[in-house]
């Protein structure tokens, strides 16, 4: 299997913009697209309440949901989708991942950065030609892989470079495709493997170091696991569910090798303390036009893996 890598690993220890090197200058200018319970609880706040940004509008395809939130969040409604591309520099993206591709596709042309949510695309046809996109105008792109803006995960992934691992597992469970606000259409369809896949998928790759293969068994509806093979030859098993009925999530990764063990627990990696990092590093990685490391490429890698998870279900 080929998947797309970038030249450098994408390792903890690789060069990416930091918190503390955003520079001191104009606020980034960001519109935000959609205006579900992701937009109004994560993406609007926090590109809302800066410093490192200011939000100059909403646009949904829902009119008056737009104009509800950006009331809240204290800025104004476009009028169309262009009207928005005309006063940001900056475009984030809280769409359905098929909405969010089309969408971003005419953002990369326009010049704009991008602020995108996993996965990239629900097909890898779709990913592909954002990728191209972002590729052929020059703009910076970063993926909301929100995990990884943590501290305790950036101390996770340091410190497994130098353990020797021969194997891990990683769960992620909860019951949120039950029912509530994130029991959508989308992720009714695809399941667990497109919504948390992502997450376990980059950090297996990352700690473990590159994926070169995966299997794939059970229904993503319900309950799937990826077995994948990694270069090194440490063998990682990833376990995803969005239909247990669990009062919490229960989701981590450990790994494992003849020193023992090292564990991250997703219960200790707090959202709030992940996403003003993640919007200085935006807002940074813009000014300074220095690509992140969690930008399309790596977003790409994770739309490779899925896919192939996918044909491997099926077989």
């Not at 450098?8 to 090197?21: C, F, I, K, N, T």
């Not at 476009?78 to 591709?101: G, I, M, T």
């Not at 606000?181 to 896949?197: C, N, S």
């Not at 068994?217 to 990694?230: V, Y």
Request: hydrophobic fraction near 45%; aromatic fraction near 6%; glycine fraction near 8%.
């Amino acid at each position: 299997m080929h998947l797309l890598r970038r030249d450098v690993p994408q390792q903890a220890g690789e060069r990416a913009v930091q918190h503390d090197e955003t520079p001191n200058v104009d606020p980034v200018a960001v519109g935000l697209v959609g205006s579900g319970p992701w937009a109004a609880t994560m993406h609007g706040p926090v590109l809302a309440s800066g410093p490192e940004t200011r939000l100059t509008a909403v646009w949904a395809r829902r009119p008056e949901a737009a104009t509800e939130l950006a009331a809240t969040l204290g800025t104004t409604a476009a009028n169309s989708y262009e009207d928005l591309l005309d006063r940001c520099e900056a475009v984030a993206f809280a769409v359905p991942p098929d909405v969010q591709a089309a969408l971003a596709i005419r953002a990369a042309k326009a010049g704009k950065a991008l602020l995108l949510e996993k996965p990239l695309a629900l097909n890898l046809d779709d990913a592909r030609r954002l990728a191209d996109a972002v590729d052929n105008a020059g703009v910076i792109s970063q993926v909301v892989l929100t995990k990884r803006y943590h501290p305790r995960t950036r101390a996770f992934l340091t410190a497994a470079q130098d353990f020797p691992a021969i194997g891990a597992r990683a769960s992620y469970l909860h019951g949120a495709f039950l029912g509530g606000p994130f029991a959508t259409g989308w992720r009714m369809t695809y399941g667990a493997l497109y919504d948390l896949g992502p997450h376990l998928l980059d950090l297996a790759d990352a700690a473990l170091g590159p994926i070169a293969d995966l299997t794939a068994r059970g229904d993503s509806r319900r309950w799937i696991e990826l077995t994948c093979q990694h270069e090194d030859g440490a063998v990682s098993q990833l376990s995803l569910s969005g239909a247990v009925g669990l009062p919490s999530s229960r989701a981590g990764i450990e790994i494992f090798g003849a020193t023992g063990a090292m564990s991250l627990d997703f219960a200790t990696v707090d959202h709030a303390e992940c996403w003003p990092i993640m919007r200085a590093e935006f807002a940074a990685a813009v000014r300074t036009r220095t690509p992140h490391s969690l930008d399309i490429r790596r977003g790409m890698l994770l739309q490779e893996l899925l896919s192939r998870a996918v044909c491997r279900a099926t077989e």
